[in-house]
């Protein structure tokens, strides 16, 4: 089929590669234009992106994707660092004068927005202001933010605290003299470490401090407070600013530490939308005071929606590069001429079931976002009866999203070979870069146990017969409460036979028995242990946390058939088609893949025969050959600029082999010996291996 794509780099001589990718491209099934409506909601939504991306890689002089990239050059710690200010800089100003979003979650290479030392501003700091401040506070800070005049951080993370904000150790002591709290680090672990902006960006954070008021503390509360003058930029007195040095990846921003010596901030620069203390030092909190979470969920979701863009990007550059890369003569090395890396199975399989997990967790995101605009409208009318659920879910997902994604772009480098352990390649920044969201915003680990607490808590409701949200109803599915505790009542095999196992709903009731098993299973273990709660949970730590995932896997399944089965109805037969079938890819591969996380927990009660396993696995490789000709089409869709890929692999003209060694040739380590020393790296050669090679050994 006829395409357009995104890319102007399409060679005018084409080569064996350029000609594979295209012939890949032109078998495609349905318009890939249309399917990057769908991916993003409109074709003037595409074309406003475009343009975008267009105005910052011009600025930034990325588009010329001939010249290698300057991050794979001898670039130290400060030219990284100046690179992402230059990157943010643009981004941010391109969303202010042309009124967009499209760079408030992510970057221009679509590492989450924190990546630059502008990010932070409109994905942290301002919806930190508006969930926790006051009317006053917020027409004073947001107006602020959103022309500029401010860069804004959120400084929570210790040296020595993470995940568990109870232990945060800087604090906020109100003086009642000069009605003032006094910003305080009284340990070196309560140093604020990691915080994105604060080493050098920032001139202003939000910063999570315990609330000291007459030598009660109150624990963590959020405050104001200005790093750095707005003149010159300097620390402001009592402040010890800095960067935390290299990392794996975000090196384009300044993670940074910052330590308080008795730092003096008005009383009115606490946030009091939730939690107030007045002049005469009276305290008050809001009865919803669980509401300090609301950061946290638009933040995950943020995360969420990031991941599976960052997953698209490692599996289109594979996708590419499989497709184009030519190894061998066949599976029984038969063929009389090798053959393409995508027409073998173990390539195929692997690939095709990543391109389904990231369009799995871009659905899964289009439901949080729903479920966090749902969840603001309620509480902006005073009801806060769904913050349970919304907080708990987005928490499972955004454990669930980021692990896939990141296990998925690793084995998306490790696709590639040798050639995707090259930097050139794009594929180390994009792991490196994703491997960052298993940790921050919450361990994934933390996260699936705090879901699986707010799942016991739930049957420990419907045990005492109170009501649990309406999206959980299925914990009561098939089972009763008897004296002896909970037992299944229920079919304890599933009923299905050869192409049933296509049906959606056959697909949900695998994935719902198995999420119903773990789940009662692990709150049995927990609630009956004779060895107390905190024994019994640690004991138990891993049933709670697979059963965690089975409800979150649950849950993205559910999501991924609702965006499918509710489409426009302009979404053409072919898009809808190819949809249907990634679904059903992930549902079922979900089930037999070798990699798959606790795959045997769907077979281990008996509840699918292994006749049925077999009956599965013929159908995902009917699914695969299906898929196979669509692959190209599936990862283009995601409408990714060359720039912003950054791959010698996976440029949109497949030309690899020559991208590469134009690159090469173009590296500092190259053009040095070749134009000074006659192609001698002469430092290393005259002081360490001439003296070898003369030395009597």
């Known amino acids: 089929m006829n395409t357009t794509p995104t890319s102007d780099t399409i060679p005018q001589n084409q080569n064996k590669q350029t000609t594979l990718l295209k012939k890949a491209r032109d078998g495609v099934s349905f318009n890939i234009f249309d399917m990057s409506c769908v991916i993003y909601g409109g074709a003037h939504v595409v074309r406003k992106r475009r343009a975008a991306f267009e105005r910052v890689e011009t600025i930034t002089g990325t588009r010329d994707t001939s010249k290698l990239p300057r991050s794979y050059g001898n670039m130290n710690r400060e030219e990284a660092y100046e690179e992402g200010l230059e990157w943010g800089k643009a981004a941010f100003e391109d969303g202010i004068n042309y009124k967009h979003d499209y760079f408030d979650s992510i970057t221009p290479r679509y590492a989450l927005a924190n990546a630059n030392p502008f990010g932070l501003t409109m994905s942290m700091f301002v919806p930190t202001i508006a969930f926790q401040g006051t009317a006053e506070q917020k027409a004073k800070w947001i107006p602020l933010c959103e022309s500029g005049k401010i860069n804004g951080a959120y400084c929570q993370t210790e040296l020595g605290h993470g995940t568990f904000v109870r232990g945060i150790e800087t604090t906020a002591t109100w003086d009642s003299e000069t009605d003032e709290f006094v910003i305080h680090s ?188 749902e969840f603001r409208g ?140 773990l789940i009662l299973a692990a709150y049995i273990a927990v609630r009956l242990s004779p060895k107390g709660p905190m024994k019994a949970w640690n004991e138990n730590m891993m049933s709670i946390v697979a059963a965690a995932r089975a409800h979150t896997e649950y849950v993205v399944l559910l999501s991924f058939m609702s965006q499918v089965g509710n489409a426009p109805p302009s979404t053409s037969s072919a898009i809808k088609t190819a949809l249907t079938r990634i679904c059903s890819l992930f549902a079922l591969s979900t089930i037999i893949n070798p990699q798959s996380n606790n795959a045997i927990s769907f077979i281990e ?23 196979l000709p669509d692959a190209v089409g599936l990862t283009d869709a995601w409408d990714f600029t060359d720039a912003s890929l950054c791959s010698a692999l996976g440029m949109m003209d497949g030309n690899v082999y020559e991208t590469i060694m134009h690159w090469i040739r173009q590296m500092p380590i190259n053009t040095n010996a070749w134009n000074k020393h006659k192609g001698v790296f002469q430092p290393g050669w005259k002081q360490w291996v001439e003296p070898v090679l003369r030395a009597k050994l």
């Open 605 to 627: 009660d008996g509840y699918l025969s292994l006749a049925q396993l077999n009956t599965i696995r013929s159908l995902v490789n009917d699914l695969l050959t299906e898929l």
């Open 186 to 373: 009284p340990t070196l672990s309560s140093t604020k470490f990691w915080p994105g902006a604060i080493g050098f960006s920032c001139t202003h954070a939000v910063v999570v401090a315990r609330l000291i008021v007459c030598s009660k503390d109150y624990g963590a509360h959020l405050f104001m407070v200005q790093f750095r003058s707005l003149e010159d930029g300097t620390p402001m007195p009592g402040i010890e600013l800095g960067d935390v040095g290299l990392k794996m990846s975000y090196n384009g921003t300044c993670n940074g530490f910052a330590t308080f010596n008795n730092v003096r901030i008005p009383r009115t620069d606490m946030l009091m939308g939730n939690s107030s203390v007045s002049r005469d030092g009276s305290y008050q909190q809001s009865p919803h005071a669980k509401l300090s979470y609301a950061t946290l969920v638009i933040a995950r979701t943020t995360i969420i929606r990031a991941v599976g863009f960052q997953l698209a990007q490692a599996v289109t550059i594979t996708t590419r590069y499989s497709t184009v890369r030519e190894q061998g003569l066949g599976p029984n090395g038969l063929s009389s001429s090798e053959m393409s890396l995508m027409t073998y199975k173990s390539q195929h399989f692997r690939i095709l079931t990543l391109i389904a997990k990231a369009y799995a967790i871009l659905f899964a995101s289009w439901v949080c976002d729903a479920e966090y605009k």
């Open 378 to 517: 309620k509480q902006d009318k005073g009801d806060h009866s769904t913050l349970g659920y919304t907080h708990n879910m987005i928490a499972g997902l955004k454990a669930w999203c980021t692990q896939t994604a990141a296990d998925g772009a690793e084995d998306a480098r490790k696709c590639c070979g040798g050639q995707g352990y090259l930097t050139i390649s794009g594929l180390p920044e994009i792991v490196a870069a994703v491997t960052a969201t298993a940790t921050f915003e919450g361990e994934n680990y933390v996260l699936e146990q705090q879901l699986g607490r707010y799942l016991f808590k739930c049957i420990d409701n419907l045990k005492a017969s109170k009501p649990i949200d309406h999206r959980l109803s299925y914990l009561v599915d098939g089972y009763a409460f008897t004296e002896n505790g909970l037992v299944m009542d229920k079919d304890s095999s599933c009923g299905a036979q050869g192409t049933e196992f296509l049906q959606p709903e056959v697909q949900l009731s695998v994935y719902r028995h198995r999420a119903l098993r």
